[in-house]
């Protein structure tokens, strides 16, 4: 099946006692037990089970071509998930760009643990290699990577996480199953932060962990899911799989936007640099034309000059709306060392796009007159 035709029926179908087709909300906590004691219905108590967390759970274990799939309440707190199912003494290796909210939930939450992290740069398989230890467990990658986009090579470093006896975990928020298919590469779990593409409007948070097969870290994560209770309500669950209908309609038209805008900010003379993978001077270019199916709908450019250069245009600016997240229908932009304070590595006049549904010469005419001196 193709994934326009999943992406609209995994995991819902018709009501069977209405014959509604918007699969209805299932707000009850607590199900009814069979006289023999039994929830032969399947649902006893809505922690650790739920209609609609089902339903979205399916469909996201089939967009990836997963085993199962787990539904968190954000993104962040599949990632809490896993990292409470290392045993002391584990070491993580994760990119040295990864979602700065990685490093928050690892130097702040689990700051008291017995865990050891490496930051790696993950485009480079030697640094890799080297960065291995006997007790490396979890080898985490994320591409593209934010804000840089630099393009990792899943299968690759699927192989490197074997050898090492390590599970691979891709966070796949920018690509979606859409552009990308982790797990088709070898990796052993996908993490979404449903916030973005999956839900695509803005209006809900919500994460995803997608498993090939079992694993030990794969039940630990489903015990911090149902009795640790990191799970997301039964609407959010809704609002996701409503979002999914349209996600790769959505993602495809925002990829090739995103790829008319990066030709234009990249001939624009105000403009220093941009990072999209799918220009053929992104250093990731040939691995992302391998692996995926088309560039995605987020980008970042620097502006020529310095950090307040950055802000001006992005003070300017009409139709992006100044604000984080992405994978809305709202074009968003932001001066990403801003948010992530200032520890930052990323480049001081760059600001980070995420393309939404507008049409893109409205968005070039907006960029157009913002960098204007
Ligand atoms: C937003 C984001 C996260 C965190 O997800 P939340 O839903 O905000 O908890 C993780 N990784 C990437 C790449 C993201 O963009």
Same mark, same amino acid.
């Given at each position: 099946?193709? &994934?326009?035709? +999943?992406?609209?029926?995994?995991?819902?179908?018709?009501?069977?006692?209405?014959?509604?087709?918007?699969?209805?909300?299932?707000?009850?906590?607590?199900?009814?037990?069979?006289?023999?004691g039994?929830?032969? *219905?399947?649902?006893?108590?809505? *922690?650790?089970?739920?209609?609609?967390?089902?339903?979205?759970?399916?469909?996201?274990?089939?967009?990836?071509? /997963?085993?199962?799939a787990?539904?968190?309440?954000s /993104?962040?707190?599949?990632?809490?998930?896993? &990292?409470?199912?290392?045993?002391?003494?584990?070491?993580?290796?994760?990119?040295?760009?990864?979602?700065?909210?990685?490093?928050?939930?690892?130097? /702040?939450?689990?700051?008291?643990?017995p865990?050891?992290? +490496?930051?790696?740069?993950? +485009?480079?398989?030697?640094?890799?290699?080297?960065?291995? @230890?006997?007790?490396?467990?979890?080898?985490?990658?994320?591409?593209?990577?934010?804000?840089?986009?630099?393009? +990792?090579?899943?299968?690759? &470093?699927?192989?490197?996480?074997?050898?090492? #006896?390590?599970?691979?975990?891709?966070?796949?928020? =920018?690509?979606?199953?859409?552009?990308?298919?982790?797990?088709?590469?070898?990796?052993?779990?996908?993490?979404?932060?449903?916030?973005?593409?999956?839900? /695509?409007?803005?209006?809900?948070?919500?994460?995803?962990?997608?498993?090939?097969?079992?694993?030990?870290?794969?039940?630990?994560?489903?015990?911090?899911?149902?009795h640790?209770?990191?799970?997301?309500?039964?609407?959010?669950?809704?609002?996701?799989?409503?979002?999914?209908?349209?996600?790769?309609?959505?993602?495809?038209?925002?990829?090739?936007?995103?790829?008319?805008?990066?030709g234009?900010?990249?001939?624009?003379?105000?403009?220093?640099?941009?990072?999209?993978?799918?220009?053929?001077?992104?250093?990731?270019?040939?691995?992302?034309?391998?692996?995926?199916?088309?560039?995605?709908?987020?980008?970042?450019?620097?502006?020529?000059?310095?950090?307040e250069?950055?802000?001006?245009v992005?003070?300017?600016?009409?139709? =992006?709306?100044r604000?984080?997240?992405?994978?809305?229908?709202?074009?968003?932009?932001?001066? @990403?060392?801003?948010?992530?304070?200032?520890?930052?590595?990323?480049?001081? #006049?760059?600001?980070?796009?995420?393309?939404?549904?507008?049409?893109?010469?409205?968005? &070039?005419a907006?960029?157009?007159q913002?960098?204007?001196?």
């Amino acid at each position: 099946m193709k &994934i326009e035709t +999943t992406a609209i029926h995994a995991g819902r179908g018709i009501d069977p006692a209405t014959g509604a087709v918007a699969m209805p909300i299932y707000l009850s906590s607590t199900f009814e037990r069979d006289p023999d004691g039994e929830y032969a *219905r399947g649902y006893a108590y809505s *922690r650790e089970r739920n209609p609609n967390r089902a339903a979205l759970e399916k469909c996201a274990a089939a967009l990836e071509g /997963g085993k199962e799939a787990l539904a968190f309440a954000s /993104g962040l707190a599949v990632l809490t998930a896993l &990292i409470q199912g290392l045993e002391p003494g584990d070491h993580i290796l994760a990119p040295d760009d990864v979602y700065y909210g990685f490093r928050k939930v690892l130097g /702040g939450v689990f700051a008291k643990w017995p865990l050891e992290v +490496t930051y790696v740069d993950m +485009t480079d398989l030697d640094a890799v290699r080297a960065a291995a @230890r006997p007790a490396t467990r979890l080898v985490w990658i994320e591409t593209p990577s934010n804000p840089l986009l630099k393009i +990792t090579d899943v299968a690759a &470093i699927a192989r490197l996480a074997r050898e090492m #006896n390590a599970i691979s975990v891709c966070d796949s928020t =920018f690509a979606t199953p859409v552009l990308l298919r982790p797990l088709e590469h070898g990796i052993d779990m996908v993490m979404h932060s449903t916030t973005k593409y999956f839900g /695509g409007h803005s209006d809900v948070v919500g994460g995803a962990l997608i498993a090939k097969h079992d694993s030990y870290l794969f039940e630990r994560a489903r015990k911090a899911q149902q009795h640790g209770g990191a799970v997301p309500s039964p609407f959010d669950c809704w609002l996701t799989l409503r979002g999914i209908d349209t996600l790769p309609y959505r993602v495809r038209a925002q990829s090739a936007h995103a790829q008319l805008i990066a030709g234009f900010l990249a001939a624009h003379p105000a403009v220093e640099r941009v990072h999209y993978p799918g220009l053929a001077t992104h250093p990731g270019h040939a691995v992302a034309k391998e692996q995926m199916s088309a560039f995605g709908g987020m980008l970042s450019f620097q502006v020529s000059g310095s950090a307040e250069a950055a802000i001006a245009v992005a003070a300017k600016v009409q139709l =992006f709306t100044r604000a984080t997240s992405l994978g809305g229908g709202h074009s968003l932009v932001e001066h @990403r060392a801003s948010v992530e304070g200032p520890q930052t590595r990323t480049p001081p #006049n760059l600001l980070r796009l995420s393309i939404g549904l507008e049409h893109p010469d409205d968005l &070039i005419a907006d960029l157009e007159q913002a960098l204007a001196q």
